[in-house]
């Protein structure tokens, strides 16, 4: 299996500019997570989804963070409009399952850069 | 709720040196606990887990010991390499889905 895949994996934009970071997490996975790493705030989940819908969507920061699900291969994270303080590593990660013991899989990570 | 602590870095060693990075938690019921590495450049990658105390995780010269009576998942190795230079992250696993990280721990090891 090829993992968890993002792309792109480096962004470069201006700010007011609206960004799309996407994923596509393990086959036959049913859960994918959104996380944020910043050096001041550390790991941040933002949101997660299991079968497809969103479950938990309390970390994402305003309404301008938007994130979808259409089908169990692909999702997208939509910042609209960016925001330099939005400048962070976005990495998308999945799991098979919801028991304690299954392991989240994180791909290589999105850095976001917005001038 | 859930909390992770781990000891603040950035951890120095010389190559062969012993390591311990320490982990407490705080969670009702009982958690999975792991351990999570990020090499630079890449996305975190499971090191080693336990599911229930006194389990002992064990991998690629790591290991850490879930230890109930003190709430703590302290990770070891008894010689390091440089190529174990990274950023290594506790986290709990516990109800509702999802996991609970520390804020890591940076390892720059010597030659």
């Known amino acids: 299996d090829a993992g968890v895949i993002q792309s792109p994996r480096h962004e470069v934009t201006e700010m007011g500019q609206e960004v799309t970071l996407r994923c596509k997490p393990i086959s036959g996975h049913d859960y994918l997570f959104w996380y944020r790493q910043t050096m001041m705030r550390g790991l941040e989940l933002l949101i997660y989804?299991?079968?497809?819908?969103?479950?938990?969507d309390s970390g994402m920061p305003e309404d301008r963070f938007s994130a979808k699900m259409p089908n169990a291969s692909f999702s997208t994270l939509k910042i609209q409009p960016s925001e330099p303080r939005d400048s962070a590593v976005y990495f998308c990660?999945?799991?098979?399952?919801?028991?304690?013991?299954?392991?989240?899989?994180f791909g290589p990570g999105t850095r976001l850069t917005v001038l | 709720g859930d909390s992770v602590t781990q000891m603040e870095g950035p951890v120095t060693l010389s190559e062969e040196a012993f390591l311990t990075i320490n982990c407490t938690y705080t969670?009702?019921?009982?958690?999975?606990l792991f351990w999570y590495v990020q090499y630079p450049g890449e996305g975190l990658q499971l090191l080693l887990k336990?599911?229930?105390?006194?389990d002992k995780g064990s991998n690629k010269g790591f290991e850490a010991t879930y230890r109930k009576e003190t709430t703590s998942f302290h990770l070891e190795k008894g010689s390091v390499q440089v190529s174990d230079s990274a950023v290594y992250f506790c986290a709990l696993y516990n109800a509702g889905n999802m996991l609970t990280f520390g804020g890591g721990t940076r390892l720059m090891v010597k030659p």
């Open positions: 969670a009702t019921g009982y958690p999975s």
């Open positions: 990660a999945s799991q098979l399952g919801g028991a304690s013991t299954d392991t989240q899989y």
């Open positions: 989804f299991n079968n497809n819908v969103p479950i938990d």
């Open positions: 336990a599911t229930k105390a006194d």
